[in-house]
């Protein structure tokens, strides 16, 4: 079967992205699909590399009975570029500097894959950010809107793979 890599990115990696990673991997294993669909997820501020997420994501996944073990923030790179089939932005300051480091690495145009914001899994609810709980300390919140957008992405990666 096809296998397909999905990289979430967010600014420190020990926030938004983390908990995408820990919750979609989650779910591609509830739905028996683990194997098939990989999940990573890195950081475009260097300021956390190595630190596992953030207290707030842990508790979070904790109360989830998610599992974080082994993660630790790192940056996105240019092999990443070549490497993942989905690219999922937290917001669109992370989906700019993506695009930068993009049009400055060796990918060709052709062999680029799918690029958005993980907002754009949720278009029902209006607005263009994942807003950082770093800063807001809302974890609550992001929780449900990652979990909500993790179950679209699953949808759209089992259409996009006939599954
Ligand atoms: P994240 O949140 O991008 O969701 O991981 C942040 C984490 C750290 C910082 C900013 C945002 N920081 O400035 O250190």
Redesign the pocket.
């Known amino acids: 079967m096809t296998k397909v890599n999905v990289l979430f990115v967010?600014?420190?990696?020990?926030?938004?992205?983390p908990m995408a990673e820990a919750v979609m991997r989650h779910q591609v294993k509830e739905a028996g699909l683990d194997g098939v669909i990989e999940v990573d997820s890195a950081?475009t501020?260097d300021?956390?590399i190595g630190h596992p997420p953030?207290e707030g994501t842990r508790k979070q996944l904790d109360a989830h009975r998610i599992s974080y073990e082994g993660m630790k923030a790192r940056l996105v790179n240019d092999n990443d570029f070549g490497q993942f089939d989905y690219i999922v932005c937290?917001d669109n300051n992370n989906i700019r500097d993506v695009r930068a480091l993009l049009e400055r690495s060796e990918v060709k145009r052709e062999e680029r894959k799918e690029l958005f914001t993980f907002m754009e899994l949720l278009p029902e609810r209006g607005f263009a950010d994942v807003p950082?709980?770093?800063?807001s300390g809302n974890f609550d919140y992001v929780y449900e809107l990652v979990e909500a957008g993790c179950r679209q992405l699953l949808t759209k990666i089992k259409t996009d793979l006939s599954l």
Do not use: A
């Open positions: 967010c600014l420190g990696n020990i926030c938004r992205s950081g501020g300021w956390h953030h937290m950082d709980p770093y800063y």
